[in-house]
């Protein structure tokens, strides 16, 4: 038999506290596995292509209406109020937004090419596993809460990431996003229109950003920093500065069997000479560029291109280094004849600083992270203080089928966010309400 001996100190009342909140929010998210499990079965098949196992949820298409018509679902059967802000983003509310300093958590349904089924979904469904627990335990306060989920996060049909929260916060312009184009010239706003969504009103939302007090995004780790340690979950430090350039590489087509070799005006080697150095100079310096997209014209075996179009990704440290491996590889790509259009940009973010530190504390330590990985958090933070979780990854793959999470890590997070969420919620002075949804009506 072991115990305390005379005169050891036990726990102080901050550490009982603790200690006492982990295990209530443990017991919660045990009780909303079922929730959890039945959420992740149902939105698992949409949008999955059968061929190749990952996800097609491209904004705007009938892939993401589905996603919608799920989210819109899982808000109703909450008794939630539902609405979808003028620049697509779908929002789920407990209790009346127009009160203001609301607690938002949630992340996107969207999906990269073929991506995973983690990277987005997971904080989605996390959220509403977390107002299930919170209402079981009559733990939400009289400030508003709400789910969100982020419109075009990954940028994967229209070219530029994270455009809900970025139109939303006014970081980009409304102008330029109805006219952005997908792959078959579609733009977003004829996409938006067919989806039966207004795209006229596409711009900045000082009404809705005014009612937001603090928003935590909950991730799947892009990365393995957890893995190999005992902490499922981390809270997300900083993201890198990164963006996106567009390419072009001019030429002449001709015929491959009938053209020598140097009267050819390919532009594929200078775009080969530009992939070359481009992975040298991030390697050399600790950044990061990826050329994962690629549109050749025109197109065909025995033709000698007369375009080539490449996007590069570009992320570093700080933002000197991502200045400077963005002008070697620029200057490599110019001497080819490349002309070179930047699509988007992200300054370096650093989360909220107390908040973050909260988030530790509540957590027990939980250890911080920080990443090249752009998240709606980061524009957010911007605007409101925001904060991130981030929940293990066995193998660090991400955008890939591949991609992966246990399902006891994932109920971690869960128990992590719901944990934050009270916390978060008891800052309103206010007497517990009786968990009513918000107004009647929404969208």
């Known amino acids: 038999m072991t115990g305390a001996r005379p005169g050891d100190a036990g726990p102080g009342p901050a550490e009982a506290a603790a200690q006492a909140a982990k295990q209530a929010a443990d017991e919660v998210a045990a009780e909303a596995a079922d929730d959890f499990r039945r959420m992740w079965r149902d939105l698992l098949p949409v949008g999955r292509n059968a061929a190749t196992g990952g996800y097609r949820r491209h904004a705007w298409t009938p892939a993401d209406a589905d996603c919608r018509a799920w989210f819109e679902r899982e808000a109703r059967d909450r008794g939630l109020w539902y609405e979808a802000d003028r620049n697509g983003n779908q929002w789920a509310w407990l209790g009346d937004p127009a009160d203001g ?230 200057a490599v790509a110019e001497a080819a004849g490349a002309e070179i259009t930047a699509e988007s940009g992200t300054p370096l973010v650093t989360f909220d600083r107390p908040l973050r530190v909260r988030l530790a504390r509540i957590l027990g330590g939980a250890p911080p992270l920080p990443t090249g990985a752009g998240h709606d958090a980061g524009v957010l933070a911007s605007a409101v203080p925001t904060a991130m979780l981030f929940v293990r990854n066995p193998t660090g793959v991400s955008h890939s089928p591949h991609e992966h999470a246990e399902e006891a890590d994932c109920l971690a997070g869960v128990s992590a966010l719901t944990r934050v969420l009270t916390d978060l919620l008891a800052d309103d002075p206010s007497e517990p309400a009786q968990c009513e949804p918000g107004p009647p009506g929404g969208s």
Do not use: K
């Open 101 to 330: 300093n609301a607690v938002v958590t949630g992340s996107h349904l969207d999906s990269v090419p073929d991506g995973g089924a983690y990277d987005g979904p997971l904080g989605v469904v996390s959220a509403f596993a977390a107002v299930d627990a919170l209402r079981r335990r009559g733990a939400v306060a009289g400030r508003p809460l709400a789910v969100v989920n982020f419109t075009e996060e990954e940028g994967a049909r229209f070219g530029v990431a994270c455009l809900g929260s970025r139109l939303m916060t006014g970081v980009a312009d409304p102008a330029a996003a109805r006219a952005l184009t997908d792959s078959g010239g579609v733009t977003l706003a004829e996409a938006m229109e067919r989806a039966g969504h207004d795209p006229s009103a596409l711009g900045r939302d000082d009404e809705r950003l005014a009612r937001v007090g603090v928003f935590v995004e909950l991730h799947v780790e892009q990365g393995r920093r957890l893995a190999g340690t005992p902490h499922p979950v981390g809270v997300g430090s900083a993201i890198w500065p990164h963006g996106r350039w567009r390419l072009d590489f001019p030429g002449v087509a001709d015929h491959a069997g009938t053209t020598l070799m140097e009267d050819r005006r390919d532009p594929m080697p200078g775009y080969a000479a530009t992939v070359l150095a481009a992975r040298e100079s991030a390697t050399r310096m600790g950044g990061l560029a990826t050329f994962g997209r690629l549109r050749v014209a025109p197109n065909g075996t025995n033709a000698i291109a007369s375009l080539v179009t490449a996007w590069l990704d570009c992320r570093a440290p700080d933002a000197d280094t991502l200045e400077d491996l963005v002008a070697g590889i620029a």
